[in-house]
């Protein structure tokens, strides 16, 4: 095609084109901020939910480790609360206190009467916690409050675990609520720089598909209406940017209307062919017969003596299939058409309008004709090349030079050096995304694009940078928490030694009491035939009071009585120094268990005062008897005083048996604390082997907890990069 003919086609495209760039940009502005905000209120929206997730897994996790804890340290106040010890319960409430630090606020317990015995810290109180303390002595029912930081559990005792008592705990989930917001406001930080890259991508993509037509649209109109020749744009485009330009067209072209007479006569290069209102050609340019003489063979076929040197006078319809039809339509044409006819191999565009003149009447027909084969092979070639990029695909390369219409190898150029641009920078950053997806956040994006391309690069490299960073802080705090279990799991190894290690020594204090108590019940056994023995020999006294007659035989018997008695003493002081023995020995054992032991030091103390006495006793029977043996030794000579003898020896008897009585009830007395003594270490060693069972179930969860942390530096583990590999090696 001429570059007469190439103007002519493409001035009007040009008609009532905007004359400045605001209004495109100011759309396309609009477009790209509601993008933006929508990214922006998408990328908020699920931060939010994140961080809510987040703390209603910490909170959860927080209340049921909290519980647990209560429910231990319940299970360990059983002693101290049953016996009143205020001070023990005191420093084991301090101890939790200081172990928990800013995650406990306070803590109370209290006896079988909801008595407070000890607090440490803050103490919860109120209504509801009072209500909930008597519950729990009442009945043995645990209460939580309804986020799970207030905690009432019961205190048991002994073997079936009777209620003695509550432990009240009051929990703060601030240090907790601390670390999930500080989660959550790095998630954000991250939601924050992917949505900002995400609206990137959308403005750029944006700008690609409406942006930058209308701007080269108005471009095209602009230098229209300026006199330069130009095509507009995106008419093929089936969206409004297409109709826009299609408008566009039709208004320049009939602007034109009046002058393509005038060029068609004025430049021999324009095809143009002039009919006039019968339709008689009249005209033909030099251009359009070497087109036409290229094609002759073709319409030869249809219309046989073809000759385009010799076309005036011939009808304009001849190369019509459709000549009536088309005679018609022009004699009824009052506007400009354009169609395309197939002449062999060759695609000719036609231009049809219609010359009027003064009064509107019409004076011929002019006919614009434009060889548009190779043009529309350039722009199907450039259809499939722009198929292809809305597809991803960029490796197509247009073949420059091919059409007639120099600005379509313009187009077909910039579409080229558009699709060399944008494969670049896809394969660009096509390296560090696909390396991040195999969790390698070492690779960055070349900086050096321009425009739009180097933001995008920028912003995508921040966003690996962070994620890197992000990675990096959550090893780290594996690193920490890894820590933190070896230290748990080692006190509960500890607590766990210590607590086997007092189950046994409690085990040997029962056996020593179980054979002190064999003792007691042995002597309060003899301490009874003793008291028998007494009452019977009063009963002797007094008959042979009653036969004082018979006082020799009386005298001889109360002589083997008397000896009997000394045997009877002599058992008595036996067992008082053994019981005396005894004493001793549960005292030491009462001193050997310290706290524990002081109800027992207590009942040794009064079984030792017990033995003391009988020892006492057995020597004032000794003392009688040797007076009772001289006596009788003097019973011949003093037969006639045997009867008041034996009255007083009726006073001394019933004196010792009174005694005797005394010590087989003090002895009974002795077996039954020293029973009380072996039920209550027998519920210490019961009390101490739950313990030592807790301890074992805090050490197999301390050992779960460190599998769960070695999940975690095994699932982000997955992403390598410099900084992460320097934080493996400092947990190393």
């Given at each position: 095609?001429?570059?007469a003919?190439?103007s002519?086609?493409?001035?009007?495209?040009a008609?009532?084109a905007?004359a400045?760039?605001?209004?495109?940009?100011?759309l396309?502005?609009?477009?790209?901020?509601a993008?933006?905000?929508?990214?922006?209120?998408?990328t908020?929206?699920?931060s939010g939910?994140?961080a809510?997730q987040?703390?209603?897994?910490?909170?959860?996790?927080f209340?049921s480790?909290?519980?647990?804890i209560?429910?231990?340290t319940?299970s360990?106040?059983?002693?101290?609360?049953?016996?009143?010890k205020?001070?023990?319960?005191?420093?084991?409430?301090?101890?939790l206190?200081?172990?928990?630090?800013?995650?406990?606020?306070?803590?109370a317990?209290?006896?079988?009467?909801?008595?407070?015995?000890?607090?440490?810290?803050?103490?919860?109180?109120?209504?509801?916690?009072?209500?909930?303390?008597?519950?729990?002595?009442?009945?043995g029912l645990?209460?939580?409050s309804?986020?799970?930081?207030?905690?009432?559990?019961?205190?048991?005792?002994?073997?079936?675990?009777?209620?003695?008592?509550?432990?009240?705990?009051g929990?703060?989930?601030?240090?907790?609520?601390?670390q999930?917001?500080?989660?959550?406001?790095?998630?954000?930080l991250l939601g924050?720089?992917?949505g900002?890259?995400?609206?990137?991508?959308a403005?750029?993509?944006?700008?690609?598909?409406?942006?930058?037509?209308?701007?080269?649209?108005?471009?095209?109109v602009?230098?229209?209406?300026?006199g330069?020749?130009?095509?507009?744009?995106g008419?093929?485009?089936?969206?409004?940017?297409?109709?826009?330009?299609?408008?566009?067209t039709?208004?320049?072209?009939?602007?034109?209307?009046?002058?393509?007479?005038?060029?068609?006569?004025?430049?021999a290069q324009v095809l143009?062919?002039?009919?006039?209102?019968?339709?008689?050609?009249t005209?033909v340019?030099?251009?359009?017969?070497?087109v036409?003489?290229?094609v002759?063979?073709?319409?030869?076929?249809?219309?046989p003596?073809?000759?385009?040197e010799?076309?005036e006078g011939?009808?304009f319809?001849?190369?019509h299939?459709s000549r009536?039809?088309?005679a018609?339509?022009?004699?009824?044409?009052?506007?400009?058409?354009?169609?395309?006819?197939r002449?062999?191999?060759?695609?000719?565009?036609?231009?049809?309008s219609?010359i009027?003149?003064?009064?509107?009447?019409?004076?011929g027909?002019?006919?614009?004709?434009?060889d548009?084969?190779?043009?529309?092979?350039?722009?199907?070639?450039i259809d499939?090349?722009?198929?292809?990029?809305?597809?991803?695909?960029?490796?197509?390369?247009?073949?420059?030079?091919?059409?007639a219409?120099e600005?379509?190898?313009?187009?077909?150029?910039?579409?080229?050096?558009i699709?060399?641009?944008?494969d670049?920078?896809?394969?660009?950053?096509?390296?560090?995304?696909?390396?991040?997806?195999?969790?390698?956040?070492?690779?960055?994006?070349?900086?050096?694009?321009?425009g739009?391309?180097?933001?995008?690069?920028?912003s995508?490299?921040?966003?690996?940078d962070?994620?890197?960073t992000?990675?990096?802080?959550i090893?780290?705090a594996?690193?920490?928490?890894?820590?933190?279990i070896?230290?748990?799991?080692?006190g509960?190894r500890?607590?766990?030694?210590?607590?086997?290690?007092?189950?046994?020594?409690?085990e040997?204090?029962?056996a020593?009491v179980?054979?002190?108590?064999?003792?007691?019940?042995?002597n309060?056994?003899?301490?009874?035939?003793?008291?028998?023995?007494?009452?019977?020999a009063?009963?002797?006294?007094?008959?042979?009071?009653?036969?004082?007659?018979d006082?020799?035989?009386?005298?001889?018997?109360?002589?083997a009585s008397?000896?009997?008695?000394?045997?009877?003493t002599?058992?008595i002081?036996?067992?008082?120094?053994?019981?005396n023995?005894?004493?001793l020995?549960a005292?030491?054992e009462?001193?050997?268990?310290?706290?524990?032991g002081?109800?027992?030091?207590?009942?040794?103390?009064?079984?030792?005062t017990?033995?003391?006495?009988?020892?006492?006793?057995?020597?004032?029977i000794?003392?009688?008897i040797a007076?009772?043996?001289?006596?009788?030794?003097?019973?011949?000579?003093?037969?006639?005083?045997?009867?008041e003898?034996?009255?007083g020896?009726?006073?001394?008897?019933?004196?010792i048996?009174?005694?005797?009585?005394?010590?087989?009830?003090?002895?009974?007395?002795?077996?039954?604390?020293?029973?009380?003594?072996?039920?209550?270490?027998t519920?210490?060693?019961?009390a101490t082997?739950?313990?030592?069972?807790?301890a074992?179930?805090?050490a197999?969860a301390?050992?779960?907890?460190?599998?769960e942390?070695?999940?975690l530096?095994?699932?982000?583990?997955f992403?390598?990069?410099?900084?992460?590999?320097?934080?493996?090696h400092?947990?190393?």
């Open positions: 095609m001429s570059p003919a190439s002519s086609a493409a001035r009007p495209a008609a009532g905007p400045s760039g605001r209004p495109p940009a100011r396309g502005l609009r477009i790209a901020l993008a933006a905000l929508a990214a922006g209120l998408l908020a929206i699920l939910f994140s809510w987040q703390a209603r897994l910490g909170h959860s996790v209340a480790g909290v519980a647990q209560t429910q231990l319940a360990g106040l059983g002693g101290a609360v049953r016996f009143g205020g001070d023990i319960i005191e420093a084991d409430l301090v101890r206190a200081e172990a928990n630090g800013r995650n406990l606020v306070g803590a317990a209290y006896g079988g009467d909801a008595g407070l015995l000890a607090s440490a810290g803050q103490p919860p109180a109120g209504g509801e916690v009072d209500a909930a303390v008597r519950q729990a002595i009442a009945s645990s209460w939580s309804a986020d799970g930081l207030l905690q009432v559990r019961p205190v048991g005792f002994g073997a079936d675990q009777e209620t003695v008592g509550a432990l009240a705990v929990w703060s989930a601030a240090a907790i609520s601390e999930v917001a500080a989660a959550a406001w790095r998630n954000a924050l720089a992917i900002g890259a995400v609206a990137l991508v403005l750029w993509a944006l700008h690609r598909s409406v942006g930058k037509p209308l701007t080269a649209m108005e471009r095209a602009t230098r229209l209406l300026n330069e020749s130009e095509r507009v744009p008419q093929r485009r089936r969206d409004e940017i297409g109709a826009l330009a299609r408008a566009m039709a208004i320049h072209a009939k602007g034109l209307e009046a002058t393509r007479l005038k060029q068609a006569v004025d430049s143009l062919m002039v009919a006039d209102d019968e339709d008689r050609i005209y340019s030099p251009g359009l017969k070497t036409l003489n290229r002759a063979g073709a319409v030869r076929e249809r219309v003596g073809f000759d385009a010799n076309l011939m009808d319809n001849v190369f299939a009536a039809h088309q018609g339509m022009l004699k009824s044409l009052t506007r400009t058409i354009a169609t395309d006819i002449l062999g191999e060759r695609r000719l565009g036609l231009t049809v219609p009027h003149g003064a009064g509107g009447k019409r004076l027909t002019v006919v614009e004709w434009l548009r084969t190779e043009d529309l092979a350039l722009l199907a070639d499939a090349a722009a198929a292809a990029a809305a597809q991803g695909e960029f490796g197509r390369r247009l073949k420059l030079g091919a059409g219409d600005n379509l190898d313009r187009v077909a150029a910039q579409v080229n050096r699709c060399e641009t944008m670049a920078f896809l394969t660009d950053v096509d390296r560090p995304v696909a390396a991040m997806a195999e969790g390698d956040l070492s690779h960055r994006v070349g900086e050096d694009h321009a739009r391309f180097g933001h995008v690069a920028v995508l490299n921040r966003t690996i962070r994620l890197a992000l990675v990096g802080d090893k780290q594996e690193v920490a928490i890894r820590r933190s070896e230290q748990v799991s080692g509960a500890d607590l766990s030694g210590r607590t086997e290690a007092q189950a046994s020594a409690i040997e204090t029962t020593t179980e054979e002190i108590s064999a003792t007691i019940a042995t309060a056994d003899g301490a009874r035939d003793a008291a028998a023995m007494a009452r019977e009063r009963a002797r006294a007094q008959r042979g009071q009653a036969v004082v007659g006082a020799v035989s009386s005298m001889s018997e109360i002589e008397s000896g009997r008695i000394g045997d009877i002599a058992v002081d036996g067992i008082a120094f053994q019981t023995l005894l004493a020995n005292a030491v009462a001193a050997r268990a310290g706290e524990a002081k109800g027992f030091a207590v009942v040794a103390s009064e079984v030792r017990l033995a003391q006495r009988s020892s006492e006793a057995a020597r004032d000794k003392e009688l007076a009772s043996g001289a006596k009788v030794a003097d019973g011949v000579r003093l037969v006639n005083a045997t009867g003898a034996l009255g020896l009726l006073e001394s008897i019933s004196g048996a009174g005694s005797v009585e005394d010590i087989a009830q003090a002895s009974q007395e002795q077996a039954t604390g020293m029973q009380e003594i072996t039920s209550a270490v519920h210490m060693d019961d082997q739950r313990n030592a069972a807790l074992e179930e805090s197999r301390a050992a779960a907890l460190r599998a942390s070695d999940s530096a095994e699932l982000i583990g992403f390598r990069n410099a900084d992460a590999r320097a934080a493996a400092r947990a190393a």
